[in-house]
């Protein structure tokens, strides 16, 4: 889902960008006005971001998927191990990913729980000097959330799968090596991936064809690739928008807000069961059950008659899910809230 | 550039797809409407590039880019070689890929020419039993083209980058392992590759993490990364215009009397000289220059303010260029003819 200002400006630019008389569809990506395109979505999403100078940004091919491979594959050497978190379907993939190519060490684990939690730091156990140590900030599925990042070894780096909640609230930069996220939550449509990376860790660890060195991606300043330039002005679009509607400040604020309206809902009802427990909710994906599932099916299907489409994500999971990206506005949610308690009413 | 039909349906598209009233930018990539936009898209590739059962078709992230690392991550064992044809600066950058993971055996290269002659292939010296023998097809920069496949040694098969050729003409697939191209040229955007795989070289020869095998992607339908929708829909409106302007056949038809129409005004030119010889020119990249460097910034700027600007690739290479991909019609290529002609007479 986009905000309609996206949509609006996004299309004005497919016939003529900038009034340049070129559609954003064959604006060439060596122009200059791409490079200024280019330029000043580093430069506003540095800002949203609050990135220090010790860290470099990226915006590269392949989604957070790739990341899952090219993170080991610069920072995992062999013959040593990196600590993992897992804490839901993905968090699981990456790992899969990494030991590929070295160790890997699952310091911690909510699978127990079918992942409706968040693991344990206080009985997470890592191993001797782990190559890093990787979590998953928020974990779409089952709708957990860290509410703090864990505590690595002093020796090691954090990295940090923020797909799903980066730009919905303030990530503590200088406590990690690496933050990485796809372009298609709260930063636009599919395709790419932004990568924050420490300035020192740009340097892989082991031995690493150019293509997958993130060194290589920073010389060329994101520009290895041809980049794809439509998709460049969708996340620039998106960044000016979070800008104007205040900032990863007032997105954090409205994710509480919202996420607290549909919790509000939960938990005063014998109608539905939210999915997590409080200290493990996310303020993102909201998940919960209905008594049936044939009531779960109703629901969905009225609550899309009723024009809720965006707020739903795909449904293999088996639960109702409310997903709150930023582009959802405070108004929708209280609409979904007044549709949940009008539904759970009616059902009884 | 874009096909003016294929521009406005996309434009059509961005604000309600199909009529489904929900943008093409937040169509769900797990909806029924995109799984039949890229199923359609894929039985479209294959009938256009007619592909026999015995190949795969994946559309996959990255790029070319991504392909040159990806090849031989899956088929380039530590202690084996494969052989590269060095013909051009594309060329080299999938050789060095490739050095990455095993050994590389440049077998024949133009680099004494400065890449203005296709590599001899009489002169081509294989290495014993290669992993595979990877070529170019055709060389954007310095306007070469393959007529015909390289002869790899029968114990081996052919890898092709056709990023700038696929479509423009008929690819023998049987007789090649691979073939890939980026999305970029005449397929649409960037952001995606199209990779051709025989059926039996899906599954990796070497240790692979999951995101670098094939046979990941096409156990996951080319969707083991979340696809970027809105680009997966350029590449089957470019599609859908190439049947509906008769095919392969009927491109690589305009292909020839498009090259001919400049190659004719170059050589019947004292002005121009053309760059490459007959044997060796690619009919897609048309290289020349004018007498002097000073004529050939004039000759840009007045070719760009008469209109002909999606005629030109990128200037870092030294001369003049005009690219003739698909969607430059045989009437721009007219005007750009007769612009050669009387700006050669206004500047003697």
Known sequence: MLPDDVLASYTAQITSYK????????LGHRTKLFEELFDDTIHLLRDLLQLPDTHELLILHGG????????????????RTADYLESGHFAKAAAAEAAAYGGVHVAASSSESAFFTIPESASAH?????????????????GTQYERPPLPPDSTWLACDASSDLLTRAFDIKRHGCIYATSHKNLGTAGLALVIMRQDL???????APFMAYATHA????????????????????????????????????????SELLYGVLDHSDFYTALVHPPHRSKVNITFRAPTSELEERFQHEAEEAGLVGLWGYRKVGHLRASLFNAVSLESVERLADFMTSFARRSR
């Open 19 to 26: 009034e340049s008389g070129l559609g954003i569809l064959e």
């Open 202 to 208: 740009l340097t892989p660890l082991r031995h690493a």
């Open 219 to 258: 010389a060329a300043r994101s520009r290895f690739n041809t980049p794809p330039v439509s998709t460049i002005l969708v996340l620039k679009l998106m960044a000016e928008w979070t800008v104007a509607n205040g900032g990863v400040e007032r997105m954090a604020a409205l994710s509480e807000l919202k």
């Open 126 to 142: 890592y191993s001797t000097e782990p190559a890093y140590v990787h979590y998953t900030s928020n974990n779409t599925e089952m």
């Open 64 to 79: 957070a998927r790739f990341q899952f491979s090219m993170l080991p594959a610069n920072h995992l050497p062999a013959a």
